[in-house]
T-cell receptor, first 113, second 114 residues
Framework: KAGVTQTPRYLIKTRGQQVTLSCSPI?????VSWYQQTPGQGLQFLFE???????NKGNFPGRFSGRQFSNSRSEMNVSTLELGDSALYLC????????????FGPGTRLTVL | DQQVKQNSPSLSVQEGRISILNCDYT??????FLWYKKYPAEGPTFLIS?????DKNEDGRFTVFLNKSAKHLSLHIVPSQPGDSAVYFC?????????????FGKGTKLSVIP
């Protein structure tokens, strides 16, 4: 069974631009969560999608948004990029959430110049 | 405020000895806890979990202990192997809030010395 895949793996953008990251969950998994990892803040929850609906959102500004498609693939978008958005963005999937381990993808490394 | 704390940024252990990684939490509503291991350039990999109704869970060389009254959990690795060298994250979940999001600690970098 293929794992969680994320594209692209690396991305360089400049301040003010916007970016879209993609995540394909494990086949059959319907819940997708996004996390941001930075050296100072560690891993922080961005949002979770289940059956195309955002089920929960972390404490991030509205510049961060996401969506999920009918095939469970998910995208997250960051608009008006700031230097502080440079981070590793991780996607995780589970069958339907709940008391289940979340399987993480390798992440997308975003650098904002 | 950090709800899950891993106060040791790093730990070095000799191969074959026990590694003990600690984690403290402040939110008493957390009722499910997980440990993840992360290698550079990879996503976190699930290791072991424990529900708040238990105080111990074992899986091979890995054992997690939970002390609810102290809001403390620990991961024991016995015996430690060089391949265990990685960053270990403690995570907690509060499904009662209607969310299955994970709240992570900042990680402990374990180095197992051959």
């Amino acid at each position: 069974k293929a794992g969680v895949t994320q594209t692209p793996r690396y991305l360089i953008k400049t301040r003010g631009q916007q970016v879209t990251l993609s995540c394909s969950p494990i086949s059959g998994h319907r819940s997708v969560s996004w996390y941001q990892q930075t050296p100072g803040q560690g891993l922080q929850f961005l949002f979770e999608y289940f059956s195309e609906t955002q089920r929960n959102k972390g404490n991030f500004p509205g510049r961060f948004s996401g969506r999920q498609f009918s095939n469970s693939r998910s995208e997250m978008n960051v608009s008006t990029l700031e230097l502080g958005d440079s981070a590793l963005y991780l996607c995780a999937s589970t069958y339907q959430g709940g008391y289940n381990e979340q399987f993480f993808g390798p992440g997308t490394r975003l650098t904002v110049l | 405020d950090q709800q899950v704390k891993q106060n040791s940024p790093s730990l070095s252990v000799q191969e074959g000895r026990i590694s003990i990684l600690n984690c403290d939490y402040t939110n008493s509503m957390f009722d499910y806890f997980l440990w993840y291991k992360k290698y550079p350039a990879e996503g976190p990999t699930f290791l072991i979990s424990i529900s708040s109704i238990k105080d111990k869970n074992e899986d091979g060389r890995f054992t997690v202990f939970l002390n609810k009254s102290a809001k403390h959990l620990s991961l024991h690795i016995v015996p430690s192997q060089p391949g265990d060298s990685a960053v270990y994250f403690c995570a907690a979940m509060n499904p009662g809030a209607g969310s299955y999001q994970l709240t992570f600690g900042k990680g402990t970098k374990l180095s197992v010395i051959p």
